[in-house]
């Protein structure tokens, strides 16, 4: 199994003093061997990857926790608004997701950040793992 065909993924991103911040993900498989996840712009994870595009990531259950005898995987996330890889991944976690993704996309996500005035879902992070 890829990473791409797991569920969740916890996905750690770095703050300035180089402390990991994991966060599970749901993820998909993107052409050339890259994988993809939609979030938030303005969210901590989106100003971390501004500041350091390095990213692990290992299988996670949906609450973060790591799944055991997974190995980390490293990696570099750049993020997009628009454009054929933004469309392949939000149709492709829909898709992937189903009902979920319809809580998420209709419910949960846009009250979350309606409260921040953020655009829920208006950005698509691309991560190509390191060999």
């Known amino acids: ?11 750690a991103t770095f703050r300035r003093n180089g402390a ?15 994988l993809g996840f939609y979030t938030t712009m303005g969210t901590g994870k989106t100003k971390r990857l501004k500041r350091d595009p390095r990213v692990t990531m290992q299988p996670c259950g949906r609450r973060g926790e790591v799944a055991p005898d997974t190995t980390v995987t490293e990696g570099t996330a750049v993020m997009v608004q628009s454009g054929p890889d933004f469309d392949a991944v939000q149709r492709d976690v829909k898709a992937k997701y189903g009902w979920e993704w319809h809580l998420m996309h209709w419910v949960v996500g846009p009250l979350a950040t309606r409260r921040q005035k953020l655009n829920y879902a208006d950005t698509v992070v691309i991560i190509t793992p390191q060999p």
């Not at 199994?1 to 996905?11: A, I, N």
């Open 1 to 11: 199994m890829t990473l791409g065909d797991e569920r969740f993924l916890s996905l």
């Open 20 to 34: 990991p911040v994991p966060t599970p993900v749901w993820i998909v498989p993107v052409s050339g061997g890259r």
